[in-house]
C-alpha cells in the first residue's frame, strides 16, 4: 500500500492539474463564444426558423444528456457494494475533463476565424465525447486507478474523434443515435483495455465484486434515468422537425418494448425464474443503444419495437450465457457487462442501420458506408483500446493490487463505522487475504 | 414455493412476450409518425403559432411527466424495506407496457387514415394513461404477482380509456389534471381489487410492511419528483398560452400551500407532535391532485392555496384515521394509502371542478357535466376494478402466499449477505412464520 | 425530551399554519396571474420575440432551478447518517414556505394595477429567494428545531428581498447568478445565526456528526443534481439570446474545470493522498458559485475555467485549513462548511464581476456599483443574521439540546428496528452522553 499511496499523493493531483492548465491554454487561445454566424453542422436542413433564432433551443435536450451522462452512468455503476464513491465520484471526475478535451478535439477540424465556437449543439456532441470513456469504465471498474483512468480518457476521447471523423465525416455514414460510434465503439475499447489489464488473480471472483440490497437500488437511479432519457440521446442533435421527432418516437417505442423483452428473458433464464437486478439495471436499455443509428429513419414504430426487443433478448441472454465465456477463455474481464448493453446492441444497430439503408429508410444514406463505419468504428476502438490498455499497464501509473479491486477505501476516506461493519461481515475473507498479502 | 416458482418460470415470461408480440402487430397495423397534417385534440383552440411548427414543442413538458411516472412513482413505493426491486422494477415493468397499450386505445376512437399518428402530445398521455396503474399497484402492494400486475394492467389501462371516452368526449368535462379521470379512477380501481384480494391473514400487519431508515430516503426521491413536476402534469396538455400558464401557476402555489399543511396536520396528530414519514412522502402531494380538475381555470393563486391546504390536511387525516377503519371494517389493505393521496383528493379535486364550473371559472364548463363525470370515474373504477380482482383472484396467476408478501426474494435474486443479515434482523419473525407455515 | 415534546406538538403546526394562513390573505389580496402586459425586470433588452409571445418558454430553466432547490440542496445535505429525514423533509418545508413568502416580498416593490402578476420568471426569482435559506440551514443543520427553522426563513427572505433591492435595483449592479446576492449572502447570514447559537457542548464533536457510506450516496445525488443544473441558476434570468448563451456555457466550462481541481486538492491535502467525500461533495460545486456575478459577461470560456479552478482550490482548502479555525478561534460551528462552498466562492464571484467592470466585459456595469453591492450583501447578511440568530436563540422555540443534535429521531417517528441498529452501532457514546444528561 505505501507505493500506491505516494502514487496517489503526488502523481493523481498533478496529472489532473497539469491536464486542466494545459485545457485552459487551449481553450484561451481557440475556443471563444458562438455568435449566431456559424453554419452548423447540419447545414443542409437548417431551413428550420427555431435553431438559429433562440440559441438555446436545444438547452432541455442538452441537459437530458448531461443528467445521462453524470447522474445515468454514475449511479448505473454504483451497484457494486464497497465502490459506489468511485463509481459516481470517478465518473464526475473524468467527465468533467472529458467533456472539455472532446469539445477541443471534435471541433480541431474545422474552426471558424481561427477559433471554436461554442454553442449548445457543440456542448451535446461534448458530452456524447465523454460517454465513449464512460462506458469503458464499466469494463474497468473496480480494476484500475484515477490516474489510469485519466490517461484513457485523455486517449480514448482523442480515438474517438478520429474516428468520428471517418466514419462520419469522411464516409458519411448516418449513425444519429452513435449506436456505432459511442456504443460499440465504447464497448470493444474498453473490452480491449480489460483484456490486456487481465488478471488472473481474479477469475475465481472477488468478495466485493457484487452488490448489497441498497447498492442495487442505487444504481436502479441511474437506469431510471438512462432508460428515460434516451429519446433525447437519440435525437439531441437530429435535424429539426420531423426527423428529430421520429428519432424521439422510435427511441421510446424502443425502449418500452425492449423493457418487456429483458424482464421476460431473464426470468426465462434464471433458476425459479426469478428476475436478476443486473439483467433488469442494463439489458432494458439495450434498446436505446440498437436502435440508435437508424433512430431519425422511418422505420415506422413497429420498426423500433422489433430492434429492442432483439436488443432486449440479446443482452440478457449475453449477461447470463456470454460473459462467463468471455471471462474463462479470452480473459475478458467486463464489469459492468458493457459487451452486453453496449457491444453487442451496438453492432445490432449497425446492422439495422445498413438494413434501414438497403431499404431506403432514409435519404442519402447507403449501406456499404454504413457497414464501413461499423467496421471503423470497431477496428478503431479495439487497436485504440489495445494502445491504451498496455500504456495503462505501465507500473508507473499505481494500478490496485488484485486484493484491492473493488474497494472505495484505497482511493478514498470512507466513513469508519462502515470500513468496521464491512470488516466484520466478510471477516473471514479478509482475513484470507491478510494471509495471503 | 415451488408452486409458484413453476408459475414464474413459465407464465411470467410467456405472458410478457405474447402481449408484446401481439402490441408490436398492432403497431404494424396502426401506429404511425405525426406528419404535422393533424387536427390535435384540441382543435379548437390551436391559434397557437408554437404546436404547429415545432413538433417537438411539448417535450420538455413530456419528459417531466416521464420522470413523474418511472422516477416519483417507482421510488415512492420503495418505502417498505424488502420491497424496493419490486417497487422501481415492476412500476418500470407496468408502465413499459402500459403506455404502448394506452397509446393503442387511447387513440383508436379516432383513426386518421386509418392510423394512429403519434405526437408527443399523444405520448404524454399514454403515460398518463400508465399513471391510473400506478396508483393502483400501490394499493396492492406487496401482494400481488408480476402475472396478476401485468393483468391488471391490460384491463385497467383498457378501462382507463373506456372511462375517459365517456367522461371528456362525451360528457365535454373539463378534467386538465386529471383528478377525477386518473387520480380518484386509479385510487379506487385499487381499492376495489385489493378488496377482493383481501387477506385475512395479513390483518395483523406483516413483519416486512414497514420501512428502514434509508428505504425511507429512497422513497423521498419520489416524493420530492413529483412534487417538482407536478406542475407539467397538470398542464402538459393544457391549451398553449395562458391556460397553460395557469395550470403552472396554480398547481406550484397549491404543492407548496399543501405542503405546510400536511407538515402541520402531521405534527398535530402525532404522539409527542413527531412528523410521520408516510405524511410526509404522500400527503405533500394531495395537492397536486387536488388541483388538477381546475387547474387551468382562473380559481386565482389564493383559490389554488386554499385547494391545496384543504388536501394537505384531508390527505393527513385519511393516513391517520381512516385508512385503520378502512381495513379493519370493510377489508380494503391499502398499502401505500393511494385512498389517501389519490382517493379523496381526486374526489375533492372534482368537487373543486364542479364550484369552479358554477363560478364560472373557465368557458364552456358545466356544474352537471362535472359532476357526472367525477361519478362516471368512480363507478368505472369501482366496478372496472371489481371485476378485474376476480380475474386476478384466480389460482393460475400465482399470487403470493401471505407469508411471501412484501418481499422481493420470492421474485428477485437478492444479494446474499443482506438475506442472511435480514434474517438475522428479524430472526423472530421469520421463524415464527416458518413455523405457520 | 418532554420540554421540547409539548413544544413540537403545538408551536410546530400553529405557526406553521398560521403563516400559511396569512400568506393565502395575502395572496388573495395581492396575487394574480401575468396577463402578458407586463413590461418585466429587463424591459430594456426583451426585444427577443421569444419571452413575449410564449409565456411557458422559461418554464424548463425554471424545472431545472426547482430541481436544484428541492433535490439539490435536499439531498446534498442528507450526507448526515441519522439526519436525513430532516436533511431531505424541513428543507422541503423551508423552500416550500420560502416562495410563498419570496414572491410577495420581492415584489412588493413593484405592483402593477395594485398586484402581483405571477410569471414563470417571478417563480424562478421565488425559487432564487429560497436558496439563501437553504445555505444558511447548513450552517445550522442539526443544531436547530423547524421552528426555528420556519422563522429563520421568514425573517432570511425578508432581509433578502431588501438587499437584493438596494443592490440591484438602487445600486444596479449586475449579479445575474447571484453570486453575492443569494450565495455570499445566505452564507455569512448562516455564519451569523451560527456564530449566536454557538454550542461549546458540541466543541469536541458529536457522535452523529458524520456520515456512513450510503448517506454520502444519497448526498451525491443533491451534489450532481447541482453541478448539472447550475448553468440554469446561473442564466436562467438572464436575458434572451446571447447573454443567456453566454451564462450557461461560462458556467458548463467554470464547473469542468472546478471538478479537476478540487479532486486534485482534495487528494494533496488528505493523507495518503486520498479523496475526502466532504470535498467531493461540496468544493465541485464552488465553481457555479464563483462564476455567478460575471456569467452572462464577455470573459471567454478560458476565462470561466480560471475562476473555476480557483474556486475548486479555494473551497477545498477552506474545508482543511479554515473552518477548523473558524469553528476553534470564532466559534463558528458551519455543519455543512457553507463558508467554504457558498461564503468564499461568493466573495471570489463578486471580486470577479469587479474585475469583470474594470476590463468593460459588460456594458453598463461599473466596479464601484459592483463592489458597494457585495458589501451590502456582506452587510445585510451578517447584521440580518446576528438579528435572526439572537430571535431565534429565545428559549420558546425549542432548540434541541446538544445531546439530541444531529437527530432525526426527535422530530420524526424513525423506523424502529433503525434505532436499535442505531443504539448497538453507537452503544459506548450513547452511555455516555446518557451519563452527561
Given at each position: 500500500m505505501p507505493a500506491y499511496s505516494t502514487n496517489m499523493r503526488l502523481k493523481f493531483p498533478i496529472l489532473a492539474l497539469v491536464l486542466e492548465l494545459i485545457t485552459i491554454i487551449l481553450y484561451a487561445l481557440f475556443v471563444s463564444y458562438d455568435d449566431g454566424k456559424s453554419s452548423g453542422h447540419h447545414g443542409k436542413d437548417n431551413s428550420s426558423a427555431e435553431h438559429s433564432e433562440n440559441p438555446v433551443a436545444l438547452y432541455p435536450m442538452f441537459q437530458d444528456v448531461h443528467v445521462m451522462i453524470f447522474i445515468g452512468f454514475g449511479f448505473l455503476m454504483t451497484f457494486l457494494k464497497r465502490y459506489g464513491f468511485s463509481s459516481v465520484g470517478v465518473n464526475l471526475l473524468l467527465a468533467a475533463f472529458g467533456l472539455q478535451w472532446g469539445l477541443l478535439l471534435q471541433n480541431v477540424w474545422h474552426l471558424e476565424d481561427g477559433k471554436i465556437k461554442v454553442s449548445i449543439e457543440k456542448m451535446?456532441?461534448?458530452?456524447?465525447s465523454t460517454a465513449t470513456v464512460l462506458i469503458s469504465f464499466g469494463a474497468v471498474l473496480g480494476k484500475t486507478s484515477p490516474v489510469q483512468l485519466l490517461i484513457m480518457t485523455l486517449l480514448e476521447i482523442t480515438t474517438f474523434c478520429m474516428n468520428e471523423h471517418v466514419a462520419v465525416t469522411m464516409l458519411g455514414a448516418s449513425d444519429i443515435g452513435a449506436s456505432m460510434t459511442i456504443h460499440a465503439f465504447g464497448a470493444y475499447f474498453g473490452l480491449a483495455v480489460a483484456r490486456v489489464l487481465y488478471r488472473p488473480g481474479l477469475q475465481n471472483g472477488h468478495e466485493n465484486n457484487g452488490s448489497v440490497y441498497h447498492s442495487d437500488l442505487f444504481a436502479m437511479i441511474g437506469t431510471v434515468y438512462l432508460w428515460m432519457f434516451w429519446p433525447s440521446f437519440n435525437s439531441a442533435i437530429a435535424d429539426p422537425g420531423t426527423p428529430q421527432l421520429t428519432a424521439i418516437i422510435n427511441t421510446y417505442f424502443s425502449l418500452a418494448a425492449c423493457a418487456l423483452a429483458a424482464y421476460a428473458t431473464s426470468s426465462l433464464v434464471e433458476k425459479k425464474g426469478k428476475l436478476d437486478m443486473v439483467h433488469i439495471q442494463n439489458a432494458t436499455l439495450a434498446g436505446g443503444v440498437a436502435v440508435g443509428t437508424c433512430a431519425d429513419m422511418s422505420i415506422g414504430p413497429f420498426g423500433a419495437m422489433t430492434i429492442g426487443v432483439t436488443a432486449g433478448i440479446i443482452s440478457?441472454?449475453?449477461?447470463?450465457?456470454?460473459?462467463?465465456?468471455?471471462?474463462?477463455?479470452?480473459?475478458?474481464?467486463?464489469?459492468?457487462?458493457?459487451?452486453?448493453?453496449?457491444?453487442?446492441?451496438?453492432?445490432?444497430?449497425?446492422?439495422?442501420?445498413i438494413l434501414a439503408a438497403l431499404l431506403g429508410k432514409k435519404e442519402e444514406v447507403y449501406p456499404g458506408m454504413q457497414a464501413a463505419a461499423l467496421a471503423s468504428s470497431i477496428g478503431f476502438a479495439l487497436v485504440g483500446g489495445a494502445?491504451?490498455?498496455?500504456?495503462?499497464?505501465?507500473?508507473?501509473?499505481?494500478?490496485?493490487?488484485?486484493?484491492?479491486?473493488?474497494?472505495?477505501s484505497i482511493y478514498w476516506e470512507v466513513p469508519e463505522e462502515d470500513e468496521e461493519a464491512a470488516e466484520n461481515l466478510t471477516h473471514a475473507d479478509h482475513s484470507k487475504n491478510k494471509a495471503e498479502a
Open positions: 451535446i456532441n461534448a458530452d456524447f440478457t441472454l449475453g449477461f447470463k450465457f456470454l460473459s462467463p465465456i468471455l471471462e474463462s477463455s479470452l480473459g475478458i474481464q467486463d464489469t459492468c457487462g458493457v459487451h452486453n448493453l453496449h457491444g453487442m446492441p451496438g453492432i445490432l444497430g449497425g446492422l439495422a442501420g494502445i491504451t490498455g498496455l500504456i495503462m499497464r505501465l507500473q508507473i501509473w499505481g494500478q490496485p493490487s488484485d486484493q484491492n479491486c473493488f474497494d472505495d
